[in-house]
């Protein structure tokens, strides 16, 4: 194609779908595959370049500049990831993230990062040897050899505070060398050298799932109230960018070849990978104790655990049995992140939350698929008697709860399959994939337009903004509701009054084998003993994972691991303590061993 | 009152990622929406799944397309909004997305513009779907490319009808000469299509209609004869109707006539032509008479027909004239006379006769009264 003749103008041809553009003696455009005549003449774009400045000198001076121009200038694949990380940071911050956030933390990690990985602000960086060969071709030896050259640029870089120290830190290190010897299959300099076996294995480097476990820790270390589940599920809604984050890099940045592994992602990585990978990366930058989780932090259990009792429309008053389990299991002391200490893994804040709920409601209904049924026959009768009492119902609140659960559900079904995964600016790996994925992006964008237009709705609905709640309860007649709110309703059938505290009006209360296995021999019984447990306990379970975005077996391994700190630490307690009378079992030989009874 | 498969949203296959869990969902989905006819959602649905092209898996974009590309047009079908112009660029669209299905894809294409009555069109992507290369050719490429050449023969005649139409009403130079080029063009394709061995029934009668037109019987007998008689054509009877019909029009010889109806009564001895057969043999050979007669009996649909039976009638008025009549009706009815009587003469068909067709029963009666002047 005439770039300079057609000035860039890359429509499609509509008879042939090319897009091979020439123009003829008369000045007009032509399709070079198919001789098809289009209406644009050559008069048009003269104009065009003019009205625009710089396109204009362009295109008069040609040759040299304008080729500098496309090939962009050479970067490395951590400016990528530092660029990548911005975005997040300052998504974050739209999101209402305090702002030191970025700068004071985010920041810091990076470059605590860059420089446990050896990829600046040290004296022997990863990449030595390739660089020093480079230098000796171009003429360019300084005295000072290339290692402090980029040291020293980062630490005059790390002087300058604010934005600018952002966007400049990548702009001084690609100054050095220039002889255009560029690697070819990739648009960065190393992503050659970043891909070998050798860097692999030591699993140093920055990946995409890893800007995020960057991102949790900063925002743990910061005390904000976005857990690990909120954080991926605005990844996922799209409010943080990740898939196609590359897209916002500068036009000089070029991207292809084997920046394409690097950059690229199709999956969204899952809870349990990025807990390992935030765990992990704490270890690797060796940080100290986090600052503590007080009770006045939103992560804290007490008042996580209010939030999600909100989210999941049970009654205020359950919170106060949610405090007494968490004091009872001695949650204080392991709610503080400290990486060195391998006996305190990083904490599952919201699961954490979500298996107090579901040990306080077991606590108070027991959750056999018989004993809640009665209790609740037990309040709707206090109810009729009494028109204006409001006993908290259990039958009432699964039906309301389970209905919008199925909606929710579907939902978020219909979400996954309409998600758009491939982005705007394809990534090719090799030069002659390029133009076979080009054409593909174009075609696949036409079907996209000519179904649109036969769809009921033409234009993508409008995406909703950022919320913590996925589900919300209020008063009859609102516009938009899930359900009435059953939040005020109190627990008067489910408790009796025994001298000066409360009880739960059921006596019993009963857990599976609560021995831990091997952290390394065995993964997750979830799957075996799934169809032993009782159907409303494992309906319990899905509902807080599907609120958090787990998988069922994660909330149930954290449901045993509290269990066996509040129980476990009741054999240690003198009698009179309000706890349940843990009684044998009656109903329990139906499951095959899988009850433990305790004594008081 | 708990389902246990109500809330299992944590099934993934494992090892895939996100991107083709998205895709796998989508396709489920718009399997439903095409179950329940909803067809705008569907077409929603495609909006998010044409994001499969891109694919980078091997091979996966192909099979892709082809989803695309089937689901697509069911969809236009049956949507009260699409216009031809829809499917015009759907069409191009799809055209581009596989180099595998190129061909099929541009005959759907001008099949869809023929049954619209576009005929320059539909000719026009045939044309270019004739000059398109690429690669080696397969085996299934050269089928289509027959078939694609074919049908453009097809439409030149097709062409040629409406430029006949007009012509008729004045005599315009131009137009002539344009219907005789049309002409031209579609006996070259129409001749090359003939010579492969294959069912081309309304080729052949687009192409005799035109060498009929242009008055060269001696040609169109020719090619008749070469389509009923080629022993590499596949046995086809509407050739031998075909030749008959167009014998009979041009008043060829008896002899010749028969000749081919007996052909046609071995490939189909129930064939409506048989009457006709029959009542040309009538003048000759009143034993293959009877014979054609009995055969076509034997069949359910011609079972009541009344004109058959008075054939049958007549011809055993005149054979019992004959000597050695007896012997004739013996070989004839050779292998029938176990269950022959009893088929045609059941008390319940009677009954029927009686109630429907009064006359079918006289004959019927004078036929076994013939056959068995004993039993009554």
């Known amino acids: ?600 | 009152m708990f389902s246990k498969g109500g809330l299992q949203l944590h099934i993934n296959t494992p090892r895939e990622t996100g991107f083709h869990k998205t895709t796998r969902n989508c396709l489920q989905h718009i399997r439903e929406v095409l179950l329940h006819h909803r067809w705008q959602d569907a077409a929603e649905y495609m909006a998010s799944y044409s994001q499969t092209l891109e694919d980078t898996t091997a091979n996966m974009p192909q099979l892709y397309a082809e989803i695309i590309w089937r689901i697509g047009t069911e969809i236009l079908h049956h949507h009260p909004n699409s216009t031809l112009e829809d499917y015009n660029s759907f069409y191009e669209r799809v055209k581009h997305s596989g180099v595998k299905h190129y061909l099929k894809v541009c005959l759907e294409h001008s099949f869809h513009l023929l049954v619209n009555g576009q005929f320059e069109d539909a000719k026009l992507q045939l044309s270019i779907a004739e000059s398109w290369r690429y690669g080696k050719q397969s085996a299934g490429q050269s089928q289509r490319i027959r078939l694609i050449q074919a049908y453009s023969g097809f439409l030149d005649y097709f062409i040629w009808c409406d430029k006949k139409a007009t012509a008729s009403n004045e005599y315009d130079a131009a137009v002539n000469q344009e219907m005789h080029s049309y002409f031209r063009q579609s006996s070259v394709n129409l001749k090359e299509i003939m010579k492969l061995p294959g069912v081309w029934d309304p080729f052949v009668l687009s192409y005799i209609d035109m060498l009929e037109f242009y008055n060269d019987h001696e040609g169109a007998v020719k090619v008749l004869n070469d389509y009923a008689y080629d022993d590499s054509f596949p046995p086809n009877p509407n050739a031998h109707v075909y030749l008959y019909r167009y014998m009979k029009k041009q008043n060829h010889p008896l002899k010749k006539l028969l000749k081919v109806l007996k052909i046609l009564h071995t490939l189909v001895p129930s064939h409506e032509l048989m009457p006709e057969y029959c009542s040309l043999l009538n003048e000759g050979d009143l034993q293959k008479a009877l014979g054609v007669v009995l055969d076509l009996l034997d069949y359910s649909s011609w079972r009541s027909n009344l004109d058959v039976w008075n054939h049958l009638m007549n011809i055993i008025k005149r054979l019992r004239m004959k000597k050695q009549w007896l012997k004739i009706f013996a070989e004839e009815m050779g292998y029938r006379k176990d269950w022959w009587l009893a088929i045609h003469f059941s008390t319940f068909q009677a009954r029927k006769d009686s109630a429907e067709n009064r006359e079918l029963l006289e004959v019927k009666s004078f036929v076994v009264g013939a056959f068995c002047p004993h039993c009554k």
Not at chain 1, 575 to 583: E, F, L, Q
Request: proline share 6%.
């Open chain 1, 1 to 600: 194609m005439d770039e300079e003749q057609t000035g860039g103008y890359s429509d499609i041809c509509g008879q042939c779908g090319e897009v091979n553009w020439g123009v003829s003696d008369e000045g007009r455009f032509y399709c070079r595959s198919c001789h098809n005549v289009i209406e644009r003449t050559k008069e048009v774009v003269d104009t065009n370049t003019f009205m625009v400045g710089t396109s204009r000198v362009s295109s008069i001076s040609k040759g040299t500049r304008r080729k500098k121009l496309e090939q962009g200038r050479e970067w490395m694949v951590c400016e990528g990831f530092q660029f990548i990380l911005k975005h997040q940071a300052e998504a974050l911050l739209a999101m209402g993230v305090c702002p030191q956030f970025k700068d004071d933390v985010l920041c810091q990690f990076w470059r605590m990062y860059l420089q446990k990985s050896r990829q600046a602000y040290t004296k022997n960086p990863v990449h030595d040897g390739k660089f020093r060969l480079r230098s000796q071709g171009s003429g360019e030896s300084d005295s000072a050899p290339e290692s402090s050259v980029m040291s020293d640029s980062m630490m005059s870089a790390s002087e300058t505070d604010g934005d600018g120290d952002w966007a400049s830190g990548g702009g001084s290190v690609s100054g050095h060398t220039s002889d255009g010897a560029s690697s070819v299959c990739s648009g960065s300099i190393d992503a050659v050298s970043y891909l070998t076996p050798r860097q692999r294995r030591s699993q140093g480097l920055m990946s995409m799932p890893k800007t995020l476990a960057l991102c949790h820790l900063a925002l743990l270390w910061a005390r904000e109230a976005i857990t690990l589940a909120d954080l991926l599920r605005f990844v996922n809604e799209g409010h943080i960018p990740y898939v196609n984050a590359y897209e916002d890099f500068p036009e000089e940045m070029k991207l292809y070849g084997r920046d394409s592994l690097i950059f690229r992602v199709e999956s969204i990585p899952s809870y349990s990978h990025l807990h390992k990978e935030a765990q992990a990366l704490a270890v690797f930058l060796e940080l100290p104790l986090f600052p503590p989780i007080t009770l006045d932090c939103l992560l804290h259990p007490s008042l996580l655990t209010l939030r999600y009792l909100t989210e999941a429309n049970l009654p205020d008053e359950l919170h106060d049995w949610v405090c007494r389990i968490m004091e009872k299991a001695g949650m204080e002391s392991s709610v503080t992140f400290e990486p060195m200490r391998s006996r305190s893994p990083l904490p599952h804040y919201d699961v954490q939350a979500a298996a107090l709920i579901i040990i306080a409601m077991k606590l108070l209904f027991k959750l056999d698929d018989h004993t809640e049924w009665d209790l609740s026959n037990d309040a709707s009768d206090k109810n009729k008697e009494n028109p204006d009492g409001n006993s908290f119902n259990l039958r009432w609140w699964y039906r309301t709860m389970q209905t919008a659960l199925t909606t929710a559900a579907r939902r978020q079904q219909d979400n996954i399959a309409r998600k758009h995964w491939k982005p705007q600016k394809p990534l090719y790996t090799s030069k002659k994939d390029k133009s076979v994925v080009l054409k593909r992006r174009r075609i696949a964008e036409q079907l996209q337009l000519s179904f649109q237009k036969l769809s009921s709705s033409p234009v993508a609905p409008p995406s909703t903004p950022p919320s913590s709640f996925c589900f919300r309860w209020g008063e009859e007649g609102e516009e938009v509701w899930d359900g009435p709110s059953l939040h005020h309703l109190t627990l008067d059938s489910s408790v009796r009054q025994r001298g000066a505290s409360l009880q739960p009006a059921n006596p019993e209360y009963w857990h599976p084998a609560l021995r831990a296995c091997k952290p390394r021999f065995c993964k997750s019984h979830y799957a075996e003993v799934e169809v032993t447990l009782p159907r409303m306990y494992v309906w319990l379970l899905d509902l807080f994972s599907f609120l958090l975005g787990v998988k069922p077996g994660c909330v149930y391994e954290e449901v045993l691991k509290v269990e066996r700190r509040f129980l476990g630490s009741s054999k240690s307690q003198p009698r009179a303590r309000a706890t349940p009378r843990k009684t044998q079992p009656k109903k329990l030989h139906k499951r095959k061993q899988t009850s433990k009874t305790c004594s008081r």
